[in-house]
C-alpha cells in the first residue's frame, strides 16, 4: 500500500534532501515555501538544446527574474552541481508541460516526456531570501497561511534574446511600513535570488489592476500599516517560454520548487567536489 500524503506542517525541519525523496516518491505535491530553511530553491526551465543558448542569452539580459544558477548536459536528467542526487525528472512537486504554447498537463513526474535533446536550467528564487526577511522578523503571511506567494503579470518590458521576451512577472508581499528599508537591504544580497524589490507601493505601477485577483497563487491581504512590495520572479520564462511556442518546453508548477543542497547564502551556487 503506499504511504500516505504528507501536508507541508508535516515537512517542518526536513533536510533538502529529504525533501526531495519524499517529492520523489510522491508523497507531497504542494508549495515548497518555508521549507529546508537555509537552502536554494529553483525555478526550472527545461526546453530543447537548440533554443538553450538564445534562452540563457535571455537570462542574462534580465538577470532580475532569471538568475542562472544551474544548467545540465544535454538529455541529463541528473544536476550535481545543485545536488548529488537530483533527478530533474521526480524530483519537483508538480510541473507543467508545454505543447506549441498550450498548457497540455501538469503532472507530478516527467520521466515519461524527458527527451534526449532536453536541457534543464535552474533559475534563483524568492522563496530563498524569505527565510532571511523572516529570521529578521519581517513575515511572510503567504508562508503563516500555508498558501502560495501571490503572483501576477506586469507591464515591465524585458530585453528579448531570439524568440523570447515579453513582460515581468512579479510576486508581491505586504511589508509594514517601518521595515520596507530592511526588506528591501535583506533581500539586495541575494541577487541570485532576485534580489532587492523593483517596486512597492500603487500596484498600477507596476502595471496590475488588482491585487486581490493574482494570476498565479492565492491574493493575501495588505493592512493599513504595509505596503505592498514587488519582486522580480520566476515564474517570468515560464511565460516567456509559453509565448515563445517552442514544440515541448517543461517548467515548475508555480510555487512548486526545486529544493537545492545548495546553501542560501553560498557564494557559489556550484557545489565543492
Known amino acids: 500500500m503506499p504511504s500516505p500524503a504528507l501536508r507541508h506542517a ?19 505535491d504542494r508549495h515548497t515555501a518555508g521549507l529546508a530553511a537555509g537552502k536554494l530553491q529553483c525555478n526550472l ?82 522563496f530563498t531570501f524569505e527565510n532571511a526577511l523572516m529570521k529578521a522578523g519581517i513575515p511572510m503571511r503567504h508562508i503563516e497561511r500555508d498558501q502560495t506567494v501571490p503572483m501576477y503579470r506586469s507591464s ?42 523593483i517596486g512597492m507601493g500603487d500596484p498600477v505601477g507596476v502595471g496590475i489592476s488588482d491585487l486581490n485577483r493574482p494570476d498565479w497563487g492565492e491574493p493575501v491581504e495588505v493592512r493599513a500599516d504595509e505596503v505592498p512590495v514587488y519582486w522580480a520572479c520566476g515564474v517570468t520564462p515560464q511565460n516567456v517560454l509559453q509565448a515563445a511556442k517552442l514544440a515541448v518546453c517543461i517548467t515548475h508548477a508555480p510555487g512548486h520548487m526545486l529544493i537545492a543542497d545548495v546553501a542560501e547564502d553560498a557564494e557559489t551556487t556550484v557545489l565543492p567536489h
Open 10 to 28: 508535516d515537512l517542518a525541519g526536513l533536510s533538502a534532501q529529504e525533501l526531495r525523496a519524499i517529492i520523489r516518491a510522491g508523497r507531497y
Open 156 to 197: 515591465l518590458q524585458l530585453v528579448p534574446a531570439g524568440p523570447f521576451g515579453g513582460e515581468m512577472v512579479v510576486t508581491m508581499r505586504p511589508v509594514a511600513r517601518d521595515r520596507v528599508e530592511d526588506a528591501h537591504r535583506i533581500s539586495a544580497a541575494f541577487p541570485q535570488a532576485h534580489g532587492s524589490p
Open 45 to 126: 526551465a527545461i526546453l530543447p538544446e537548440a533554443h538553450a543558448l538564445d534562452f540563457l542569452r535571455f537570462c542574462q539580459r534580465n538577470p532580475k527574474p532569471c538568475p542562472v544558477v544551474g544548467v545540465s548536459e544535454t538529455g541529463d536528467p541528473m544536476l550535481p552541481t545543485l545536488g548529488r542526487d537530483i533527478d530533474i525528472r521526480t524530483d519537483v512537486p508538480r510541473y507543467r508541460v508545454f505543447r506549441h504554447g498550450d498548457l497540455t498537463e501538469e503532472v507530478t513526474d516527467i520521466t515519461s516526456v524527458w527527451r534526449d535533446d532536453l536541457v534543464t536550467v535552474a533559475l534563483g528564487c524568492s
